[in-house]
């Protein structure tokens, strides 16, 4: 090889790496919404799903939607046996389509025999159930298995696992839409989609490796969790986050150094993201939930052994979960030798506005010239 065409092939390099590091940085976000659920607090109450469903899923074809859901663990979630549906990316970093998900996966969305309850003059000899579809009995929905969780007596136990679209750093599902419907804002790195020209291809439902994106069998277009971003651009947090009764949803931008998601995140490191083998960088973090001690054969105590099997919590959080649960095990034995924890002040939370950072404005002051859904919430 020439020395002319040596340096031709340094030129040539170098120009490849300047040209992809700007497209890097016109494609990545100037800034990231993100969230942290702390599931030590967490009750089940469905309250989030609720808020979210009546917001944003009542249209033809979203009667299975549940963009928020709270699932019982552990459990098969929704869709069913969600965690084993692929998806994500590979260790070469080239996408994974998984499994789509199908409707019955999904379950839910049905009709409910309330005429004949309510007003069919039976009395106690009929219960509220769903009415089967045309095609089949109900057999799965978003809490089918709810509640039930794992192990064996005394030592049975379970958490709650909200769950909603984590709009990624690195979205597959925005790699992989052939029409390129779906994309990431820069202001926000909100992922979003525009219905328009989507097709309906599902690709972006195989990549999830989340598998929180749903079908709309009606407008035949997929849809998913937009972070509430018509009220997050008016001021205000997302439904989900403000209508939770036990304070334990935090919203606020990741790089926000005086906020208490980047403290939890990226100073504490308390707060975890789901299946971070994906290697998607999900941008919804979790506080792992603690665990009462296991009970011996005589019911006494064994302080040495947590309930909930540390390799499970592993299984969902990856290995830096055990160094979260030390950390917040020994600031809470701090706390009770009588000394005091920034991390524990920060999850209890005294006042409610302190977790939605720039989003603290109330509903009832969106404009009216607003171009956005009744919002109550």
């Known amino acids: 090889m020439t020395s002319a065409s040596s340096e031709a092939d340094t030129d040539h390099f170098n120009l490849n790496v300047k040209t992809l590091m700007i497209v890097l940085m016109v494609l990545s976000p100037l800034r990231q919404i993100a969230m942290v659920f702390d599931l030590n607090k967490c009750m089940g109450c469905q309250t989030c799903s609720v808020a979210c469903k009546m917001l944003w899923t009542r249209q033809p074809g979203e009667e299975h939607q549940w963009w928020c859901t709270v699932n019982t663990q552990p459990g098969l979630g929704t869709p069913k046996g969600w965690e084993q549906m692929g998806g994500g990316y590979a260790a070469n970093g080239k996408p994974v389509l998984g499994h789509l998900p199908t409707a019955n996966e999904f379950g839910g969305g049905w009709q409910f025999n309330q005429e004949e309850v309510f007003f069919?003059?039976?009395?106690?000899?009929?219960?509220?159930?769903?009415?089967?579809?045309?095609?089949?009995?109900?057999?799965?929905?978003p809490n089918w298995d709810e509640d039930q969780g794992g192990g064996v007596y005394p030592n049975s136990y379970y958490f709650y696992l909200p769950r909603l679209c984590n709009h990624c750093t690195r979205p597959v599902c925005v790699e992989v839409c052939p029409t390129k419907a779906m994309y990431k804002r820069r202001e926000d790195g909100i992922v979003l989609r525009n219905e328009d020209i989507c097709r309906g291809s599902g690709a972006c439902m195989r990549a999830c490796p989340y598998k929180k994106i749903y079908f709309n069998y009606v407008t035949n277009v997929a849809q998913h969790c937009i972070m509430c971003f018509p009220r997050l651009e008016q001021g205000i947090a997302p439904a989900c986050a403000r209508q939770c009764p036990g304070r334990l949803v935090f919203v606020g931008y990741l790089d926000d150094t005086d906020g208490p998601i980047h403290k939890l995140v990226n100073e504490w490191g308390v707060a975890l993201p789901l299946h971070p083998e994906y290697s998607t960088e999900p941008n919804v973090f979790y506080v792992p939930p603690l665990s009462p001690h296991r009970l011996n054969e005589d019911r006494s105590i064994d302080y040495t052994t947590p309930r909930i099997p540390p390799d499970y919590l592993e299984s969902l959080f990856g290995p830096k979960v055990h160094a979260a649960l030390d950390n917040l095990r020994s600031e809470l034995a701090a706390v009770r030798a009588g000394g005091q924890s920034e991390i524990l002040h920060t999850l209890i939370v005294y006042k409610w506005q302190d977790l939605f950072g720039p989003f603290t404005k109330p509903p009832t002051q969106i404009h009216a010239a607003a171009k956005t859904p009744e919002v109550s919430a």
């Open 120 to 141: 069919g003059g039976k009395g106690r000899s009929v219960h509220l159930a769903p009415r089967a579809n045309a095609d089949q009995e109900p057999r799965w929905g």
